[in-house]
């Protein structure tokens, strides 16, 4: 199984940037897919864009599209979520995933990190 450890959050003024790391150990083929989810206090767990080891554009949720850029270092095996323009909805534990294929279900990644906190002031 995918070992998964975050770095990188903290706490930030609303417009601006922060840069979340996942650092990934034991990748397989069945471990392709990385992806970032997010969750804040009393609210499920929301996808926020995925990744693929093997290529290709990464995807995002609407709600973080054209503000977060998700980027994968293969030579590192580390994927990073770029955040920028940042809102105070955007405040949230952010959890990295692995998985064998693309999706926005956190159900159908097996692997997960620890998670590391995100807060945006206003």
């Known amino acids: 199984q995918v070992q998964l450890v975050e770095s990188g959050g903290g706490l930030v003024q609303a417009g601006g940037s922060l840069r979340l790391s996942c650092a990934a150990s034991g990748r397989t083929f069945s471990s392709d897919a990385m992806a970032w989810f997010r969750q804040a206090p009393g609210k499920e767990r929301e996808f926020v864009g995925a990744i693929r080891w093997s290529g290709g554009s990464a995807y995002y949720a609407e709600s973080v599209k054209g503000r977060f850029t998700i980027l994968r270092d293969n030579a590192k095996d580390t994927v990073y979520l770029q955040m920028i323009s940042l809102k105070p909805e955007d405040t949230a534990v952010y959890y990295c995933?692995?998985?064998?294929?693309?999706?926005?279900?956190?159900?159908?990644?097996?692997?997960w990190g620890q998670g590391t906190q995100v807060t945006v002031s206003s």
């Open positions: 995933a692995a998985g064998g294929s693309i999706s926005a279900r956190s159900a159908d990644y097996a692997s």
